[in-house]
């Protein structure tokens, strides 16, 4: 017996060892799993931005400008006043005297090429006389730059400096995996003329829009001042994934909200500034506004606030595909459209004379057209001429909580009218949804239910289709001084 219970316990401390030898495996099998997915989050934090910095600095510039200014006291004003990059960046160094005098501001750029063409902004350089550039230190210093040509919309321009064998940098995706909210960046500077700088920080937000028509900033809370402007935005790969443009500031310093536009603007920009000197955007030839919640009921086979609606069609490439108004555009060029500014920037960054598939909504079908796209620069400001006065025989009632007439010649006087036809405004009941949606008296109604109206007549025939139907809103197209949007009104008391 003695014997069987030495045994046993030996049993059991040979057990025990062999669980304990199997639970330090299992230990130490976790600890370097847990240890190589620790080493790899902490990849994706730099140790350091040295190596970065020292190679892309040889191709960050500093840019001086300089402005003869006469009669004036103050500094010159680069910037618009009001415009979102009002408190941004350039210094400006004022001159004694009370006559002629020489101004200058200092901002940032990048080489983008051996042979010298550089990018920065061009609130930086706008109205120059002179355009030096300094390069990194060791590099040359104060040489002259050529202006190739400019985007105010876009705020870039481009310049040449008459040098090879530059060293340069490369544009990246800035809608790839490097440009991604929380991915780190490093942007490059002049900042308050203290010099080359580097700061580093994370992408903040994606696709903010400040004021411009092709807006698509990066958000970043890399520190950015006075003197950055014109300069590149890094991800970790070194390429230039956006060119710091603007900040958010109370007190004109960096509090950590900088805006840079994105590089898939910019490099459509450069290229088109790089061969013309000057851009050829795509230009589609309608005159389009946001779908709005309340609109979707009264739209036939729209699911959701969503695409563009078409509010004018004149003479162009839309009007040639067939496009009408009361279209509701929902793909462009095999791209879903959210809405009016998606679809400006995806046009604004086609080339002209494209082809482009277009699907659009009307009267509750899809239909497919194909558009040749028309040059925006050219052909906009023709687009859409003055219409000349006309008369028309009177009528008047009381509809939607709206006065409305036929147009008469004295109305068309009184609010200095210029449309063929539709009925006017003369009135409006201050607590109703119209006046709630902004309409005003003068303001002329065109279309109702997406059918063109002449009469009281042809609106009420409008109004009973729609209750017959079952509609809750009707849609109406408002012109208000030639330039035309839709509205939708309640059918219900």
Known sequence: MKSTAI???QDQARTRRLLAALFAAVTLALALVLAQATGSNAQTRPATFADLAEQVS?????????????????PRGIVPEGSPFEDFFNDLERGPGEGARRSSALGSGFVISEDGFIVTNNHVIEG????????YPGGEPGVPAELVGTDPNTDIALLKVDLEDLPFVEFGDSNGAGSRVGDWVMAMGNPLGQGFSVSAGIVSARNRALSGTYDDYIQTDAAINRGNSGGP???MDGDVIGVNTAILSPNGGSIGIGFAMSSAVVTNVVDQLKEFGETR????????????PDMVEAIEGLDMARGALVTDVPAGPAEDAGMVSGDVILNFDGI????????VRIVGNSPVGKEVPVEVLRDGDMESLIVVLGRRETSEAVAFPASTEQEEDPASAEVLGLTLSEITPELSEQFGLSIEEGL??????AESEAASKGLLEGDVITEAGQQA???IVDLEAQIEAASEAGRKSLLLLVRRGGDPRFVALSLEE
């Not at 879903?336 to 679809?343: G, N, V, Y």
């Open 58 to 74: 040889p191709s960050v510039v500093n840019i001086t400008t300089s402005t003869v200014v006469a009669g004036r006291t103050g």
């Open 424 to 429: 006017v405004i003369t009135g409006i009941n």
């Open 7 to 9: 045994a046993i316990q």
């Open 453 to 455: 109206i002449a009469s």
């Open 233 to 235: 935005l890094f991800n």
């Open 281 to 292: 955007r795509g230009w589609l030839g309608v005159r389009i506004q946001d779908v709005t």
């Open 128 to 135: 120059a006389d002179e355009i030096l550039i300094e390069f």
């Open 336 to 343: 879903e459209i959210e809405d009016t500014r998606e679809l």
